[in-house]
T-cell receptor
Framework: QQQVKQSPQSLIVQKGGIPIINCAYENTAFDYFPWYQQFPGKGPALLIAIRPDVSEKKEGRFTISFNKSAKQFSLHIMDSQPGDSATYFCAACVTGANNLFFGTGTRLTVIP | GAVVSQHPSRVICKSGTSVKIECRSLDFQATTMFWYRQFPKQSLMLMATSNEGSKATYEQGVEKDKFLINHASLTLSTLTVTSAHPEDSSFYIC?????????????FGPGTRLTVL
């Protein structure tokens, strides 16, 4: 059973557009939600993360929106660039526990 | 900070041989490291959790005698694929957990591409 559901599977936007990737979870014990960016042939890199005590977190051009009641969170990339083309994974876990549950990934392509 | 390295980045071996992959946390100590496997265009699949000084915990369906894990120090974990076969060809990624603070999370290595001929 997929603990974290991610959509869309793939996304194509024009340079400057704002791609939005959505994730949903069921386990209300989850209290930490990181996003990872992965380029082909490389390991995932931590991009940004949020805890349920806030509804939004922004770091540079990346913003996470968090809706605790709906058990959903999303990643927004402002002013997207071709260099942002990568696969993005959302994840969720319980602080202190080892298991990190990943979404299925979204392949983003930003067209120049 | 929070850099994890893996070696080798790429390895090609003959069927039946064993391959060792090293995972190091370069600027922090990690009591817990993880090993993942990733197939093309798919998400990461957790293989095992490695705790320093104790036996690894394997996920269901992962053969512990085939994928030997050793976590000898707070900065090094190794994965040995024993008697490798073509179906073991994959992208193997390790991660190390940096506990405490806001970012209590896993930091990933760059991955190792294993090709078994």
């Amino acid at each position: 059973q997929q603990q974290v559901k991610q959509s869309p599977q793939s996304l194509i936007v024009q340079k400057g557009g704002i791609p939005i990737i959505n994730c949903a979870y069921e386990n209300t014990a989850f209290d930490y939600f990181p996003w990872y960016q992965q380029f082909p042939g490389k390991g995932p890199a931590l991009l940004i993360a949020i805890r349920p005590d806030v509804s939004e977190k922004k770091e540079g051009r990346f913003t996470i929106s968090f809706n605790k009641s709906a058990k959903q969170f999303s990643l927004h990339i402002m002013d997207s660039q071709p260099g942002d083309s990568a696969t993005y994974f959302c994840a969720a876990c319980v602080t202190g526990a080892n298991n990190l549950f990943f979404g299925t990934g979204t392949r983003l392509t930003v067209i120049p | 900070g929070a850099v994890v390295s893996q070696h080798p980045s790429r390895v090609i071996c003959k069927s039946g041989t064993s391959v060792k992959i090293e995972c190091r946390s370069l600027d922090f100590q990690a009591t817990t490291m993880f090993w993942y496997r990733q197939f093309p265009k798919q998400s990461l699949m957790l293989m095992a959790t490695s705790n320093e000084g104790s036996k690894a915990t394997y996920e269901q369906g992962v053969e512990k005698d085939k994928f030997l894990i050793n976590h000898a120090s707070l900065t090094l974990s190794t994965l040995t694929v024993t008697s490798a076969h073509p179906e073991d060809s994959s992208f193997y990624i390790c991660s190390a957990r940096l506990a405490g603070g806001y970012y209590d999370t896993q930091y990933f290595g760059p991955g190792t591409r294993l090709t078994v001929l």
